[in-house]
């Protein structure tokens, strides 16, 4: 088994480096039209050529799992802003994606709590539509629509789950087919468990992103992790893609939903010897506070256990 440890968006070793510069609309409507634009211009290329810089450093240090930033675009779906940011960048994006293709860097994003489609307001599933749409747009201008993932939670559960998920369903048929195949959804630490999202995954025949944190923090009404595995597994097979997980470990016990600036290896070990008795390759992002050092530690640190070997600044073979 080969496992690829991969981090979040900002590479913390480089300086001055966000892929996420804001431009809040507070501040561009105080703008005349002209600097409107300019300021549009100027975050977004900061933004993509600090992804770039990012890219480089992940072939650099042999990283090969990365998540992009979803604020690369600043008002990119904003109702009284949307504008063309694909045009003007096009060479940016383009530089990106044949790169990432030219050293099979798998990448993602990960929309925020707010795209979801379990909501009763027409209002909100389409924005959840239309936020889903911006990830795939960018993923196209960069060329990677066919092989990157778009991943995010099923959502509220407004105190009636089965009602939620029912909704789930139904408001899931307003997503562009093409885009639902890039889409996984992850289990959560509150609300919809590992067995619950599993569930919807198998009806939908969409991956599911298992997150062992989460599974930890929300496991009381769960299935056993060997038999959960097996099936999640499989549901990659949809999309055809080795399966990816998530990891972290818990800040304190008594925040312990919330993530460490590190993992702790005691922590992840069951997870690791559940691993050991597959026969396949995965990839593991790595969700802590200290990103990039945080990915690299893991992998260095999980190769001391005997017989796991580091053939890679961020590969492991088990």
Known sequence: MIIRFGYVS????????????????????KLSEDERSAQLHYVTEQNLKHTLRMIHYNIAHEIFLYRFSSSMVPLAT???VRWDYKTPFQHLFSEIGTLVKKHRI????????????TSEKPQITENAVLDMSYH????????????????????????????AIE???MNLTALPLHIKRRMTLENDDKTYTTT????????????????????????????KLENLLPRIFQTWE?????????????????????HADY???????????????????????????RKDFAALKLCEDISKIRGIKRIGEATIEM
């Open 10 to 29: 900002h590479a913390l070793s480089l300086w001055d480096c966000s892929p996420a510069k804001a431009l809040t609309f507070t501040r561009w409507k």
């Open 78 to 80: 904003h109702p009284e």
């Open 106 to 117: 798998r990448t993602s994003f990960h929309p925020n709590q707010f795209t979801l489609f």
């Open 136 to 163: 795939y747009d960018v993923l196209e201008a960069m060329g990677l629509s066919n092989e990157a993932i778009i991943n995010i939670h099923v959502g509220g559960a407004y105190g009636n789950k089965q009602a």
């Open 167 to 169: 909704r789930f369903h």
């Open 196 to 223: 619950e999202t599993l569930a919807i995954c198998e009806k939908e025949n969409i991956p599911l992103m298992f997150d062992y944190h989460h599974y930890m923090a929300n496991n009381e009404s769960d299935e």
């Open 238 to 258: 949809t999309i055809g893609l080795k399966p990816k997980i998530h990891v972290s470990s818990p800040k304190s016990e008594k925040e312990f939903r919330s």
């Open 263 to 289: 993992v702790d290896l005691e922590f992840l070990l069951p997870l690791i010897n559940h691993l050991k008795k597959f026969d396949i390759d995965i990839d593991v992002m790595v969700e802590a506070k």
